[in-house]
């Protein structure tokens, strides 16, 4: 069976970024890919790559698990796991370090500006991070990734290393392929359009949490930057406020730009804001209120346990075959 599969640091909390880009889109690909197995996990890992408070970092890798479930997602159609119970996953990501060339770790894009942001000094598993994502994808043989714009260039090296590893060692690896949804794959900050919106900026106004109070929420939307024209017209360049608000609109309602725009033909943005500030408030309760009955349930854990073990299995047997190739062991 075919497989796709994704995966989320737990960062903070996901924001609605995070929903629109990537766990909305895995809950569409479900309801459609009808004939794929869907793996979903919780790149703690991952998250260890810059400081993390051991007590929140645990709290943030079940919340992260709860809301792939509160989103929509149908536990019976898919593995969700936590990468750091599935061994196989550190030492394929050694594997791949050992193909993969200092400069092409240079290269990417996220590193770059995490680096650039980080004051306590660069961890040396910030700038391997790409080779361990590609651990995560080569080793279930995913052949479709779903994510969010900014991981194009980390699914790009994941093909390269997996096309460099077969052509060395003969045919190990599916050549995964990247899913970007058309719509949402890059939500920009409410207070700054120019960045994305992300779980770690400094200004908390510019950013949607999808546990934070609802009334927050529509407060954050009402205060989104726009620009002095008034006239709700999706433009990215000239108008980037408006526009990353009406990507929020369409990725959630599914009207087009032109549907939205003669919708509010003669209203000011005060009408479209507080219209959107019900319509997230609407979407993201439902995640919320699901969340809620699911957050400290035995189901949950249930969950967790089957997609542990169901991982381990398929992910053990792919290392062993790997490791023999490389020729490592007896
Ligand atoms: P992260 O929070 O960095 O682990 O990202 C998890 C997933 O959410 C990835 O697929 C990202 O591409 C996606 N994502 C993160 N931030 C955004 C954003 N502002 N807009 C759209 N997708 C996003
Ligand atoms: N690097 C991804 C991010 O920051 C999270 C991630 C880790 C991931 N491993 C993955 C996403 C494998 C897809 C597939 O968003």
């Given at each position: ?189 409410l207070q700054d359009p ?12 510019g ?16 205060s989104a930057v726009t620009d ?13 406020g ?89």
């Amino acid at each position: 069976m075919n497989i796709v599969l994704s995966g989320i640091k737990p960062t903070g909390i996901p924001t609605l970024g995070n929903y629109l880009g990537a766990l909305k889109n895995f809950v569409r690909l479900q309801n459609s890919m009808t004939d794929y197995e869907f793996f979903v996990f919780v790149a703690d890992l991952h998250a260890i790559t810059t400081p993390q408070d051991p007590k929140t970092l645990k709290q943030n890798i079940k919340n992260v698990a709860a809301l792939y479930l509160a989103c929509g997602l149908n536990p019976e159609r898919l593995v969700l796991f936590i990468q750091s119970e599935v061994n196989a996953h550190i030492k394929l990501g050694y594997a791949m370090q050992s193909i993969c060339y200092m400069g092409e770790l240079e290269r990417m894009t996220q590193y770059k500006d995490k680096a650039a942001k980080q004051t306590q000094g660069i961890t040396s598993a910030l700038f391997t991070y790409p080779a361990l994502m590609a651990a995560d994808i080569l080793l279930y043989d995913a052949k479709y990734v779903p994510v969010g714009d900014d991981q194009k260039q980390h699914l790009e090296l994941t093909r390269d290393l997996a096309i460099r590893f077969n052509n060395r060692y003969g045919e190990t690896f599916v050549i995964p392929e990247p899913l970007i949804p058309k719509k949402g794959a890059r939500i920009m900050d409410l207070q700054d359009p120019s960045k994305k919106m992300d779980k770690s900026s400094d200004n908390e106004k510019g950013c949607i949490f999808l546990l934070e109070p609802i009334n927050s929420i529509k407060k954050k939307i009402k205060s989104a930057v726009t620009d002095l024209e008034t006239c709700v017209r999706y433009d990215k360049e000239k108008k980037p406020g408006i526009s990353n608000l009406m990507t929020i609109y369409s990725t959630i309602t599914e009207l087009s730009f032109a549907e939205i725009e003669a919708k509010y033909v003669g209203k000011g943005y005060g009408d479209f804001k507080k219209d959107l500030a019900e319509i997230v408030a609407c979407e993201v309760g439902k995640v919320q209120e699901n969340f809620n009955r699911i957050i400290n349930s035995q189901e949950l854990e249930s969950i967790l346990n089957q997609g542990k073990e169901r991982a381990n299995l398929i992910a053990n047997r792919k290392i062993d075959k790997i490791f023999k190739k490389i020729g490592l062991g007896r």
